[in-house]
């Protein structure tokens, strides 16, 4: 089919909707005009092999609910210094099993402004330490024929103070600033106040900024140099909507919406999540399936599972092709806390009851910190008050209470709300910074036990499990973040730190924590891959073990059936499971376990598949 015909194709297929949808938002033929024209442009810049993989994945729209997708996430000055770096470390994520990249925040940004790379002040131009668009396009392709995807955040909310759009609007330029939003006075942004809640409490109190110079205030959600973007001037809109495609054309496959339910604010709303913003993924879906099909939307949506599932859309009209399962992460580090699965078996019912057709990001610890965002109704009818309970997960994970033997540090504690979140790596978190600085191997020995249960309970989950860089060596916090002025008020810089080559040259040792860990990881990997049971729209479901310590999970696809089972607790366990239909064995070690009674080891798991 001739390029003008294909793109025709698509663009009949949505355009009622499409134009539709950009005029309940905008009522502007011209720019809607302008869009679709542009559009045009940028799929006739589409390069040959992007084109191809688009018809490919066309074909095959389930691609990326195979039982094989493992992501990893990392920052490439850490993990291999720039873009060159990383092409040269593609072997190694191969030995990881990882066919899909998320590579964090890369475009150009303030030294000492950044958030870590999420105040952008060019959508079109690579951090210069980190290389430039055409190395982009020189690992992305790189990466495709390897079958590695990569993802990309794409930061729409907000730009940089010293993009060229924030720049002009400082020099009072009225259609600048049109595309942010700036105040006069204090009254409209105290009355927002009222109704918005703060993102960071205590390292950026407040949404708005005064800027003395112009004597404005503007909207901050986030740092006060991140100036929320204005979508309700359509030049806004086409202007990201650009961006977006140009990256797409770059060989991005996954572009990651950061920040996405904070997009449209209304006076005396939340500003989150409000209907336009449902609008806007629409449209930008629309735009990909129309220009680059084979590119997949994620939304970044850190909210209570109600607010988060929406940003699929619906079957006939879907938005986000994947979103974070976050409240299942929070949820699990409350398990390993308290060494009670009640809490966590019922969110799972909760996962396990939407539409298969969901795909879901599974994580234990990714570049931020984690909130506790829990069912507190649940836990309340077990006794567990929010406020105590939070001060309790926080004092677990710094150290101070329970058993504890997890280290990391606070992060966003509100003086007001009493409120704070948490930082630290997966292996800090499950013990081995203590282990390690006590030379206690039964207690090292017992963390890495922990560490890979954990993992063994994410794999078995519905979706693409995403490993967070240095977790599959056991990278440790890493505390040298404070001494950067830059960094050091932010404490998620301690679970962000450099991919350590030197340790990772022991995963082939058995022996070594480092060994222990990557084969185990991999042992896991190669189940996952190889059983159809895991298949992202297998059924699933949990079963009651009678013992709060230990989680049982189903999982069923195509006549194969697998169970597993996974102990919390440092104490062995008996999961008081009757699975009668069948002999069972176990995937790891072989053993024939029959499914009745079953004593799990300390922090052990089973992954038991019917004969
Ligand atoms: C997202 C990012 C976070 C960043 C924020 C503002 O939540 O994950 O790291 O601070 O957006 O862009």
């Known amino acids: 089919m001739k390029a003008m015909d294909l793109f025709q194709k698509r663009m009949e297929t949505y355009h009622d909707e499409f134009r539709w949808l950009y005029m309940e938002l905008y009522e502007n033929d011209s720019m809607f005009a302008e869009l679709c024209d542009t559009m045009y442009r940028f799929y006739l810049e589409r390069s040959d092999a992007l084109k191809q993989m688009d018809l490919d994945r066309e074909k095959d729209p389930n691609w990326y609910k195979r039982n094989d997708m493992l992501g990893m996430m990392f920052y490439i000055d850490n993990f291999a210094e720039n873009m060159k770096g990383v092409e040269t470390k593609l072997d190694y994520i191969e030995q990881c099993n990882v066919n899909y990249i998320h590579l964090m925040p890369f475009l150009e940004t303030p030294k000492d402004r950044s958030d870590g790379g999420y105040a952008v002040s060019d959508f079109r131009k690579v951090q210069p330490k980190l290389g430039s668009m055409e190395d982009l396009e020189r690992l992305t392709d790189a990466c495709h024929k390897k079958g590695i995807c990569v993802c990309m955040d794409f930061v729409m909310n907000h730009t940089s103070e010293d993009h060229a759009w924030a720049k002009k609007a400082r020099e009072k330029d009225g ?23 703060q993102v960071f409490p205590t390292t950026a109190p407040g949404n708005f900024t005064y800027l003395s110079d112009i004597d404005h205030f503007v909207m901050t959600t986030f740092y006060p140099y991140q100036w929320d973007l204005n979508y309700k ?31 449209w604010k209304e006076i005396n709303t939340s500003c989150r999540n409000l209907p336009q913003v449902h609008t806007i993924v629409r449209l930008m879906r629309i735009i990909g399936e129309i220009v680059c099909p084979s590119v997949l939307l994620l939304g970044e949506v850190v909210m209570e599972p109600e607010k988060v599932t929406p940003y699929f859309g619906t079957v006939e009209k879907p938005e986000c092709h994947m979103l974070y399962n976050v409240t299942t992460m929070a949820t699990t580090w409350h398990t390993v806390a308290t060494r009670d699965a009640r809490l966590l078996k019922r969110q799972l019912d909760v996962v396990n009851s939407l539409p298969k057709e969901y795909v879901f990001l599974n994580y234990l610890r990714c570049h931020d910190d984690i909130g506790w965002g829990l069912d507190y109704a649940f836990l ?56 390690g600085s006590e030379k206690d191997d039964a207690a090292m020995e017992r963390a890495v036990r922990l560490d890979l249960m954990l993992h063994a309970y994410m794999f078995l989950q519905s979706g693409i499990p ?43 040792d058995i022996t070594s924590v480092e060994g222990k860990l990557f084969q185990g990881l991999c042992l896991l990997e190669n189940i996952r891959k190889t059983e159809k049971a895991f298949m992202s729209d297998a059924d699933t479901w949990t079963i009651e073990t009678w013992e709060p310590a230990v989680l049982c999970m189903g999982r069923y696809y195509d006549g194969e059936k697998i169970i597993g089972l996974f102990n919390f607790s440092e104490q062995e366990k008996t999961a ?5 239909d069948g002999s069972y064995s176990d995937l790891i070690s072989g053993d024939a376990v029959d499914p009745v009674d079953v004593l799990v080891p300390a922090y052990g798991f089973y992954y038991l598949k019917k004969k």
């Open 175 to 197: 259609e600048y600033m049109s595309r942010y939003f700036f105040f006069e006075n204090s009254y409209l942004p105290s009355l927002y106040e009222h109704t918005v809640p």
């Open 233 to 263: 001037n359509p030049r806004v809109f086409n202007e990201m909507m650009y961006h977006f495609l140009y990256l797409a054309n770059r060989g991005i496959d996954i572009v990651r919406l950061d920040a996405v339910p904070y997009i």
């Open 380 to 435: 309340k009818e077990n006794g567990m008050e929010e406020r105590p309970h939070k001060q309790y997960l926080n004092d677990y994970f710094q150290g101070y209470a329970g058993a504890s033997v997890s280290r990391g540090e606070l992060y966003n504690a509100d003086p007001v709300t009493g409120d704070a979140r948490f930082c630290g790596t997966t292996a800090s978190m499950c013990g081995m910074e203590k282990a």
């Open 466 to 508: 995403v490993l967070y860089s240095g977790d599959e060596i056991g990278a440790l916090n890493d505390y040298s973040y404070k001494e950067y002025p830059e960094k050091a008020a932010d404490s998620r810089y301690l679970h962000r730190g450099a991919m350590r080559w030197d340790l990772a040259e022991k995963r082939k």
């Open 576 to 580: 008081w499971i009757r699975e009668t």
